[in-house]
């Protein structure tokens, strides 16, 4: 079973979202910032009835295996 937000990040340019926290839901950003716990709320406010992933967007090119 493929994941659609891992998938979704994996392809997404995340350029303007270098060095934040990003919760994704339903294939998309639906809040960003620098505190994770502030992001997650604020998007589960949103979406409450959705899977939210948050991610840290890397400020610089990772590699990911």
Same mark, same amino acid.
């Given at each position: 079973?493929? @994941?659609? %937000?891992? &998938?979704?990040? !994996?392809? $997404? %340019? !995340?350029? %303007?979202?270098?060095? *934040?926290? +990003?919760?994704?839901? $339903?294939?998309?950003?639906? &809040?960003? +910032? &620098? @505190?994770?716990?502030?992001?997650?709320?604020?998007?589960? $406010?949103?979406?409450?009835?959705? $899977?939210?992933? *948050?991610?840290?967007?890397?400020?610089?090119?990772? !590699?990911? !295996?």
């Amino acid at each position: 079973m493929k @994941d659609m %937000n891992y &998938e979704w990040f !994996l392809k $997404e %340019n !995340l350029r %303007n979202y270098k060095g *934040l926290h +990003g919760a994704i839901a $339903e294939g998309r950003v639906i &809040e960003s +910032g &620098e @505190d994770p716990k502030l992001v997650y709320s604020r998007a589960k $406010e949103k979406q409450p009835s959705a $899977e939210v992933v *948050l991610w840290k967007v890397p400020s610089e090119e990772t !590699l990911i !295996l």
